[in-house]
């Protein structure tokens, strides 16, 4: 159980053009999710913290009119890169958590390669 | 503000030993520690979570100890194989909502 799916696992896309990453958890309710970034051997950085139904909260120093986020539903959060940059490539790591346990399970990952 | 150090940054062992990756933590007032492994260009794999009045949790070959009053946690491992090379990161969280993440230590088992 817990499994969190995230869609896709790898894309490339011109710069000034729009990327969206969707996360999904399969066997459970996420009534929270998270996105991270990851830069090469460095570790995770927390962007956003979505709740279902409501805007999400940014990290300090993360443009949230960069990086869309969307949580419409109790399994499925969508990130949202508008105009990106080659400095926006990076691996973006999701995870999610149910209302029942504090314990977050984390998707795959997408790579992000801006050209 | 927390913050989250893994010592050390990489280790490289013979097949067969035995293993502790420590990580330290600033701030005491955590919710939970968890010990994540990752493979390279991979997600998060869970493999022990620690709440804060926990001293311990064990799973197989892995043995993960809390000290919260001197902000410490360790990561054991028993009998390393091959199979064990990855990244290990620690994660503190304060509320049981946000993680902070220390580096990560990267393990070498070689055969």
């Known amino acids: 159980g817990a499994v969190v799916s995230q869609h896709p696992s790898r894309v490339i896309c011109k710069s000034g053009t729009s990327v969206k990453i969707e996360c999904r958890s399969l066997d459970f309710q996420a009534t929270t999710m998270f996105w991270y970034r990851q830069f090469p051997k460095q570790s995770l950085m927390l962007m956003a913290t979505?709740?279902?139904?409501?805007?999400?909260?940014?990290e300090q120093g993360v443009e949230k009119d960069k990086f869309l986020i969307n949580h419409a539903s109790l399994t499925l959060s969508t990130l949202t890169v508008t105009s990106a940059h080659p400095e926006d490539s990076s691996f973006y790591i999701c995870s999610a958590r149910s209302h029942r346990s504090f314990e977050q399970y984390f998707g795959p990952g997408t790579r992000l390669t801006v050209t | 503000k927390q913050e989250v150090t893994q010592i050390p940054a990489a280790l490289s062992v013979p097949e067969g030993e035995n293993l502790v990756l420590n990580c330290s933590f600033t701030d005491s007032a955590i919710y939970n520690l968890q010990w994540f492994r990752q493979d390279p260009g991979k997600g998060l794999t869970s493999l022990l979570l620690?709440?804060?009045?926990?001293r311990e949790q064990t799973s197989g070959r892995l043995n993960a100890s809390l000290d919260k009053s001197s902000g410490r946690s360790t990561l054991y491992i028993a009998a390393s194989q091959p199979g064990d090379s990855a990244t290990y990161l620690c994660?503190?969280?304060?509320?049981?909502?946000?993680?902070?993440f220390g580096g990560g230590t990267r393990l070498m088992v070689k055969p």
């Open positions: 994660a503190v969280s304060r509320t049981g909502n946000m993680l902070t």
């Open positions: 979505s709740n279902e139904g409501s805007k999400a909260t940014y």
């Open positions: 620690i709440q804060s009045s926990q």
